[in-house]
């Protein structure tokens, strides 16, 4: 039996997250493109004979690709502005492979301070070099195949190019935010940024070659709203 103390609290806590999950909300949507699509650009990567040797079929330029259904992927969304509070940085870390001579993922989201494990997975030297304008730049050497780093960023901004000075080629960027509402598209073109706080928020997107847009919404009576982007030439 359940002495009274013991269920007034249970109730007290059991309201408690009701009330938190009642006012938690996601935002979903996608970014399409409008226009023809680019034509793929071949990566020419005759200087690393290591680099060619992985991708016998060639390899395109990936800073833009146009899913199937006509979306665009890698367009990195968060939250601009609206929120209040503090968020603590997770501890796990974030992971950025070197793998087939380019970088993987191409755009990546992390929190202020939170770990940023950096793989070189090729057997070729690369070298990663992180060019933020709000925390310290590092460039770091990474011979060997296997090799693991671990950096941080510690102030927000967005975006951080991170390249390989040894191969021209390589581009990654990094989305550093002080709280963890964001996400980044896919092959559907599509992203869900859950727990937000019911209010309301502006939105914003970016692409490495179009650049960015916002949108205001505030979330309704479901804890859900939806919102497009349109990018295109």
């Known amino acids: 039996m359940i002495c009274s103390w013991n269920r007034a609290t249970l109730t007290a806590l059991l309201l408690t997250l009701f009330a938190t999950q009642a006012q938690a909300a996601s935002v979903s949507?996608?970014?399409?493109?409008?226009?023809?699509?680019?034509?793929?650009?071949?990566?020419?990567?005759?200087?690393?004979?290591?680099?060619?040797?992985?991708?016998?079929?060639?390899?395109?330029?990936?800073?833009?690709?146009?899913?199937?259904?006509?979306?665009?992927?890698?367009?990195?969304?968060?939250?601009?502005?609206?929120?209040?509070?503090?968020?603590?940085?997770?501890?796990?870390?974030?992971?950025?492979?070197?793998?087939?001579?380019?970088?993987?993922?191409?755009?990546?989201?992390?929190?202020?301070?939170?770990?940023?494990?950096?793989?070189?997975?090729?057997?070729?030297?690369?070298?990663?070099?992180?060019?933020?304008?709000?925390?310290?730049?590092?460039?770091?050497?990474?011979?060997?195949?296997?090799?693991?780093?671990?950096?941080?960023?510690?102030?927000?901004?967005?975006?951080?190019?991170?390249?390989c000075d040894v191969h021209p080629w390589m581009a990654s960027y990094i989305g550093v935010l002080d709280h963890p509402f964001y996400a980044v598209t896919g092959e559907d073109g599509s992203f869900e940024i859950k727990d937000l706080p019911a209010g309301t928020y502006v939105i914003e997107a970016w692409h490495e070659k179009y650049g960015t847009q916002t949108q205001s919404i505030t979330i309704d009576d479901s804890g859900k709203s939806d919102v497009a982007f349109q990018f295109g030439v």
């Open 29 to 163: 949507g996608s970014a399409s493109f409008q226009g023809q699509a680019p034509a793929a650009e071949p990566i020419k990567m005759e200087a690393d004979p290591s680099c060619k040797a992985l991708h016998a079929d060639g390899i395109a330029a990936d800073d833009v690709i146009v899913n199937a259904n006509g979306t665009l992927k890698n367009v990195f969304v968060y939250v601009k502005e609206g929120l209040s509070g503090k968020y603590e940085a997770p501890k796990t870390p974030v992971t950025l492979d070197q793998k087939g001579c380019m970088y993987t993922p191409k755009v990546l989201g992390v929190m202020a301070g939170q770990p940023i494990e950096i793989i070189n997975s090729d057997s070729t030297l690369h070298n990663v070099h992180a060019l933020p304008k709000n925390s310290p730049q590092f460039n770091l050497g990474m011979p060997l195949q296997g090799m693991k780093i671990k950096k941080t960023l510690a102030k927000p901004e967005v975006m951080v190019k991170v390249k």
